[in-house]
């Protein structure tokens, strides 16, 4: 099941779950080491910057309900001129950048021990938690309507979703890669900068129509550390071959480089990781990906766009 290119930015909570808000410069990294990260919490954000509904949209908090009435009284806050500002730069905007701002969780904290990471987040319309183990490459994927009690469940390995979730793959073939010398913290981790410019006449250069994007982004700036395993990059739909763990990510969408998608830790807090905090709480049925694919992309995308069809309550596993 191929994604078309909305439907991919609908499935950006796969992504190890990003957050919302602006960036600050960084100070240079220190000379002195600093310890791998192995245990811990961390926290990402995302944003995406010129995008008219982003920060409008960055407001609304999923875990105190409401969400309609939480956008109505932030609309209302709006001055006559800005709301017209708004209206104008949406009427610019791809369906794609729409759709993005509007499913993006804005929010997400990683729980991660050894080989094992539980990521959660809130989006408007749905909740969800992902947890991954490395040692078997296996994982168990929790999605539940934020407005009905609806929800799916399911398990997966990382060669049946690899196709699926990695809708973007930056390889060398189609980019040009460049390892500069910048060095910034992220989150207290020192992190390197990669560039990557899509060649000209690679495949997925051109928008597919009138007012689209590509298929590939024009660019990325990607930032590694050492410091940050590997694994943790497990589910991101952007996939960048990368040997160090990703602390940042920049994507670029058009030539103007007007329409981004930027991700980061925010915080990364090394402590130890219990049991229940790498739990996902599911409920009954639980789906195998690799054998219901379809069911549940109907499902998540029912999710995701208002709550679902209503089904016979849920029971306890």
Request: some cysteine; glycine content about 6%.
């Amino acid at each position: 099941m191929r994604l078309t290119r909305s439907f991919a930015w609908s499935l950006l909570p796969f992504t190890v779950l990003l957050a919302a808000a602006g960036y600050s410069s960084e100070p240079t990294a220190p000379s002195d080491p600093v310890p791998a990260f192995t245990q811990g919490v961390i926290t990402t954000r995302v944003s995406l910057p010129g995008n008219p509904y982003d920060k409008l949209l960055s407001q609304v908090d999923p875990a105190k309900g409401n969400i309609q009435a939480q956008l109505q009284q932030l609309a209302g806050r709006l001055t006559a001129a800005e709301q017209q500002q708004l209206l104008a730069a949406a009427a610019n905007l791809s369906p794609a950048m729409t759709i993005g701002a509007m499913l993006l969780p804005r929010k997400g904290t990683i729980y991660c021990r050894g080989k094992e990471a539980r990521a959660t987040t809130d989006a408007l319309t749905y909740h969800l938690e992902n947890y991954f183990n490395l040692a078997t490459n296996k994982g168990l994927l929790r999605m539940a309507s934020q407005s009905t009690p609806q929800n799916v469940n399911y398990t997966y390995d990382a060669a049946s979703v690899e196709k699926t979730w990695q809708s973007i793959v930056v390889t060398d073939v189609d980019y040009t890669l460049r390892t500069t010398p910048e060095t910034v913290l992220v989150a207290g981790y020192p992190s390197q900068k990669t560039t990557y410019t899509l060649k000209p006449g690679a495949e997925g250069a051109k928008p597919d129509g009138p007012g689209q994007l590509a298929s590939k982004p024009v660019a990325l700036d990607v930032w590694t550390s050492p410091q940050i395993p590997q694994s943790l990059n497990f589910a991101h739909p952007v996939y960048v071959n990368q040997a160090h763990g990703i602390t940042r990510l920049v994507v670029y969408f058009d030539k103007e480089r007007k329409q981004q998608l930027r991700y980061e830790f925010a915080t990364v807090q090394v402590r130890p990781v219990t049991d229940q905090e790498l739990k996902v709480a599911t409920t009954a049925p639980v789906l195998d990906y690799a054998k219901d694919a379809m069911q549940i992309g109907v499902q998540a995308m029912a999710l995701m766009f208002g709550g679902g069809p209503k089904a016979p309550a849920d029971t306890e596993e």
